[in-house]
């Protein structure tokens, strides 16, 4: 016979629509990965709208997991593998254990780093949300409407785990939440008011972080540590950094001691940032940059550039787009490739989840192939430590970078 607590416990939890697994559809869940797509559910038991939390069974009626539903191809998004009634409390120990997890990897105290990924998505166990932190502003962007709708409550979260560290938070929801839920919505500030931007330190290097107006939440993060390695082999070399953005590899390889450094990006904002990037740390006089198509640019480059920077924006955000992107990667790195100096060092990347490393690494064979150039793998990268890659979602690894020797 139940006790009066545990009598108590049950009419005190809530009820949440029951969504039932099609037989032979549970196994990705029982290993931990946090994704119900919508071909393996058989059934669902109450009210569903985008945003509700959810509980997953088994067709044996076998409690699996709880989390954000969302019509589409992933219908369900897991934060949970344990029954929880999600408070306050419970956003506040995810919010602690991902401060903990990048204040014992080192991040959170460097007196010449202020810019870190505090919230990765299914890599913290909060699928749907990312949260950046630039010198005491955190810009969130939810890309759930479940996680949208917890926004104040995970603010509250982060405010009492940072406390005087975190000094304002801005929403920049409304690009990346589906455009049924995102009409209407305009970003802004849930905790204080920092302008529009700040100014950041990564690694000793200055940079102007605009993220109302910036891609993404004003800045790429996860190139911090490949951007470090790329001052390694810029002194006294010829650098051209394309796909620039805010100049991240320019200002890096400038500061390292580069003799020149040319950024490219079709984006005339993007060129804007760079410019403004490096003069902030005095290295206009090195720098030329050219707001053009990559493609274009490299037509008539022959043997110009000892060091070439590679890091266009994902090709490939679907599968079935997946081959256009391999074919576009190809294109892009064989004509790297045949225009570099013999005893250049290429870096190239791809941040497409869909193209996985060894089609990555392929892909790059290939290019090498086309353009008759002896090459050679001196470093395989991915995204730094602040952008976790949880064990059971290997899909979480979307960074992938080559550095290679090319005679």
Same mark, same amino acid.
């Given at each position: 016979m139940p006790t009066f607590a545990q009598l108590l416990s049950k009419i005190m939890a809530k009820e949440y629509t029951k969504i039932?697994?099609?037989?032979?559809?549970?196994?990705?869940?029982?290993?931990?990965?946090?994704? $119900?797509? #919508?071909?393996?559910?058989?059934?669902?038991?109450?009210?569903?709208?985008?945003?509700?939390? $959810?509980?997953?069974?088994?067709?044996?009626d076998?409690?699996?997991?709880?989390?954000?539903?969302?019509?589409? !191809?992933?219908?369900?998004? =897991? &934060?949970?593998?344990e029954q929880v009634n999600p408070g306050p409390d419970f956003? %506040?120990?995810?919010? @602690? !254990?991902?401060?903990?997890?990048?204040?014992? %990897?080192?991040?959170?105290?460097? !007196?010449?780093?202020?810019?870190? @990924?505090? /919230?990765?998505?299914?890599?913290?166990?909060?699928?749907?949300?990312i949260v950046d932190?630039?010198?005491?502003?955190? $810009?969130?962007?939810?890309?759930?409407?479940?996680?949208?709708?917890?926004?104040?409550?995970? $603010?509250?979260?982060?405010?009492?785990?940072?406390?005087?560290?975190?000094?304002?938070?801005?929403?920049? #929801?409304?690009?990346?939440?589906?455009?049924?839920?995102?009409?209407?919505?305009?970003?802004?500030?849930?905790?204080?008011?920092?302008? !529009?931007g700040c100014e950041v330190l990564e690694n000793g290097h200055r940079f102007l972080i605009d993220w109302e107006a910036g891609q993404?939440?004003?800045?790429?993060?996860?190139?911090?540590?490949? @951007?470090?390695?790329?001052?390694?082999? #810029?002194k006294g070399k010829s650098v051209l950094n394309t796909f620039c953005y805010t100049g991240g590899f320019s200002v890096y390889a400038g500061k390292a001691g580069a003799t020149e450094v040319h950024s490219v990006d079709s984006s005339k904002k993007a060129i804007e940032l760079t410019n403004r990037n490096m003069e902030l740390n005095g290295l206009s006089h090195i720098h030329q940059s050219f %707001?053009?198509?990559? &493609?274009? &640019?490299?037509?008539?480059?022959?043997? @110009?550039?000892? =060091? /070439?920077i590679l890091d266009p924006p994902a090709f490939a955000k679907h599968h079935n787009v997946k081959h256009n992107a391999v074919m576009g990667y190809k294109r892009l790195n064989a004509e790297a490739l045949m225009k570099i100096k013999p005893g250049g060092i290429l870096f190239t990347f791809s941040c497409s989840q869909v193209v996985d490393r060894n089609l990555f690494f392929n892909t790059i064979m290939s290019a090498a192939i086309v353009a008759r150039r002896n090459v050679r793998v001196l470093h395989h990268?991915?995204?730094?430590?602040?952008?976790?890659?949880?064990? &059971?979602?290997?899909?979480g690894e979307y960074l992938k970078g080559l550095v290679v020797y090319v005679e």
């Open positions: 039932v697994l099609r037989s032979g559809k549970d196994q990705s869940l029982r290993r931990f990965h946090p994704w $119900v797509f #919508s071909g393996a559910i058989k059934k669902t038991y109450g009210p569903t709208q985008d945003g509700d939390i $959810v509980e997953v069974f088994s067709n044996q076998e409690y699996l997991g709880t989390g954000h539903y969302q019509e589409g !191809s992933i219908t369900v998004r =897991v &934060f949970s593998f956003w %506040a120990a995810k919010i @602690r !254990s991902a401060w903990n997890y990048r204040e014992n %990897a080192g991040l959170t105290n460097k !007196s010449d780093t202020n810019v870190f @990924r505090l /919230i990765f998505a299914e890599g913290d166990g909060m699928p749907g949300l932190y630039y010198n005491g502003t955190a $810009v969130l962007q939810a890309h759930s409407i479940g996680m949208y709708r917890m926004r104040n409550e995970l $603010v509250a979260a982060m405010k009492e785990a940072l406390g005087d560290r975190l000094q304002a938070v801005y929403d920049k #929801s409304a690009e990346t939440l589906p455009s049924r839920e995102s009409a209407g919505m305009k970003n802004g500030y849930l905790l204080g008011d920092n302008g !529009s993404k939440t004003g800045f790429f993060i996860d190139q911090r540590d490949n @951007r470090e390695l790329l001052a390694h082999y #810029s %707001a053009e198509d990559t &493609f274009d &640019f490299l037509k008539d480059k022959d043997n @110009r550039y000892d =060091v /070439i990268l991915t995204q730094p430590p602040d952008h976790p890659v949880n064990i &059971f979602h290997p899909e």
